[in-house]
Structure formats: C-alpha cells, structure tokens
C-alpha cells in the first residue's frame, strides 16, 4: 500500500534527575558535595533511507518518544545519556513542523533534528561555591520537546508519465524497466504511482507512472489530484495520448484536458520539458487519428510508438535522454516551498492572562522550565526558585494586574497560591 502524507507525533526523552551527596570517608574532613548531574534525554531524528519508498509503517505508528536521561550518581558520576531516535524516511520527504517547512530531505543518510531532547538537572556539587559549601539542591531533568510533524512525500524522478486512465503508461514504464505495475483493460487499475528505473546505453534515469488524472483533477477529482505533487521535482513530462480517445472524446480534447488540469495545478508545469506521445499505434484506424490530431499540433515534434509491440519505444527512450540533460528555464525546486528565513524576535521572560475562573496563568519558555526542573520538596531549591522569580519581577507583576493574597498561580503543570 502506498501512502504518501502522514502525521507522527514525537517527543524527545526527558533529562535525567541531579543527585544530592556528600563525600563521606572516615579520614576526609569536609568532604562537601559530590552529586552528579542527570544525563540528557534522547533527540529524535528523522533520516533519508533509500530502500523506503512509502510513509505507510509510519501511518501504523504515529507515536515516538525517545529514551529518557539517567539520573546522576554520588561520587561525580554523571547519568547516563538518553539513547537518540532515529526514524527512516524516504528519499524526497517533506518535513512540516508547527506548521512550517523543516527540512527537505533528499539524499541517503541525511539526518534532520525534529524534536531535541531535555537537559539533564544538576546535582549538589554543581551548586558548590566559596560561601555555600554544602548545598543541599539539585534539579529534575528537563523535559524533551514535543512536536507533531507533518510528512509529505515528493517521489524524485527525472521523467514523470501523465495522461488520462488508460492511455499506456504502466505498460510504458514496465517495458523500458524492471519495474511491474498493475496493468488491466480498465480505468484506474493503477491507485498509486509506479518508479521505474531506465537504463540506455550506459545511461540510467527514473521514470514515475503518476495514477491517471481525470477532468478536474486539480479540485480533487479522481486520483490524480492526490499523486500531482509527484511530478513537481522531475525534469521532463512525458504526456501519453491514447491514439483512439478515452471515454468517447476526440484525442485532441483529451490532450487539452490534460495540459489544462496541470496548468491549474501549477504553474510550473507549463515550464517542464514535455514530450507529447501517441500510443497504441498498432490499433486499427490509429493512422486516421494521428493525422487529425497532427493538424492541431503543427510546433511541436510528436512521437509514435506502441506500449505492447514496442514500435518506437528505442527512439522514445532516447528522446527522454535528450531531454533530461538539457537545462530547464527554471528550477524545479522552486516549486518546492521554500526554507522560512529564521527570525529571531524578542520576547519578554513570561507573559500573563487570567482565565475565565479567575486563576492567573504565567507563560513563558524560561519560566515554565524553571518551574519544571525545580524540586520543591527541597528547601534550598525552593528558596531559589523564589529568588529567581522575584528577580525576574514575576510578584511585582501579578500584582500590579490586580492579584491577591489566596488567588491561584498556574505556571506550566504546577498550581501555586499568591500572597503578598
């Protein structure tokens, strides 16, 4: 089954908890803090396998979450780090995350970072300094990041196959390739594009069978719709006409039909290399349609071959050569949407609302991982917590919007009562 778009849900591990220690050996007086510090959580990656040509184990398993930090150990022993992620994807694959384009990933082993994972939380001995000597805080590790990204799949090909059902194309690409599409006396026998590759005196390309497109394709009619995006990266078009009509229209009007649906699609298409084909020339009466579809195409050199006999199908092959090797008017990563530049905009440290229950909830990434790492069972790590958010000017600010003493304080997953 092919399956070409997929949401997956991601979250990187979390980091691992710091330690609190003290170095205790019988002749060592003061031997002061020596908790470590938790090891940071796993990242997901996702990375290019060209032995994948489907997004469909992914659509059975949306889920991924990355091995967790190890918490820190006495004696300055670091936790273990959490084990990376990586998950394959095919060659080609579009990745969206928040809704943006995060990378476009093309070649075998490229890796991309989706979500990063926590930092592990300090233990006691890196509180330590020359007044506090014997601190009794650590840290909760932070929390892995968390994301649902959008893949799309862009199969890459140099030459993709497009015509109405049942004007030859899975028996094209089957003949000049080893690949074996479906292939029946009826519409729509092929549900999902077909890679061929083409080898030609040495020279070897890919070719993509693009499920048959139908009358208003481009509003989401048929198949076709679905599987046009397939054709934005490859070079040349090979627009495949059944030489005795489809559905009772003249071979022309079908013709029309077609360049108009790709127009509509895309701009871009228009600018491809296209190479117009006339297949089963071996029909009776294919001699009379050829020469009034002729009179219709006067600029442009039409080929003639048969999909079953074989006629014509060398000179054909090396035409699509020819083609791919001459430069296009324009990129076909143009098309492709483009890397967002990166903007970095200055926010403030935390921003507050007040719920329609009355509770006053503080945002903010700095704060909401403050408050997450912080252990509050800990006298020490509560005292700074308070420091940091006094200083930070969080008290003054729920005050000056009208807090009081008893009012509930939402920050993240924590819950805290306000007193002046």
Partial sequence: MFVDKVNIFLTAGRGGDGCVSFRREK?????????????????????????KTTLLDLSYRPQFKAEDGYK?????????????????VPLGTLIF?????????????????????????????????????APRISEKGEPGEYAEVNLELRLIADVGFVGLPNAGKSTLLSRISAAKPKIAD???????????????????????????????????????????????RTKVLLHIIDVSGFDGKDPYENYKIINNELKQYSKYLAKKHVIIVLN????????VNIKK???????????????????GVQILIKKMVKMIEKPLVFNPEEEIETMPVKRYIYEPEFKIHVDEDGTFVVTGLKIEVLTEMTKFSEDEALRRYQNIIKKMGLETELENIGAKSGDTVRIGNFEFIFKN
Avoid: M, Q, W
């Fill in 72 to 88: 820190g150990l006495s004696n300055d022993k670091f936790g273990k780090c959490g084990g990376d992620l990586n998950i394959k």
């Fill in 97 to 133: 995350k928040n809704g943006e384009l995060l990378a476009d990933i093309k070649n075998t082993g490229e890796k991309v970072l989706a979500v990063k994972g926590g930092r592990g939380g300090r233990g006691n001995a890196s509180f330590k300094t020359g007044k506090h000597t």
């Fill in 186 to 232: 009826y519409p729509f026998t092929t549900l999902a594009p077909n890679l061929g590759v083409v080898d030609y005196n040495g020279k070897t390309f890919v070719a993509a069978d693009i499920p048959g497109l139908i009358e208003g394709a481009h509003d989401g009619k048929g198949l076709g719709f679905e599987f046009l995006r397939h054709i934005k």
């Fill in 293 to 311: 579809f002729k009179k219709h195409i006067k600029t442009k050199k039409l080929f003639k071959f048969s999909a079953v006999t074989g006629e």
């Fill in 27 to 51: 002749y060592v007086s003061y031997g002061g803090p020596n908790g470590g510090n938790g090891g940071n959580g796993g990242s997901i990656y996702l990375e290019g396998d060209p032995n």
């Fill in 280 to 287: 089963k020339v071996d029909l009776p009466g294919s001699a």
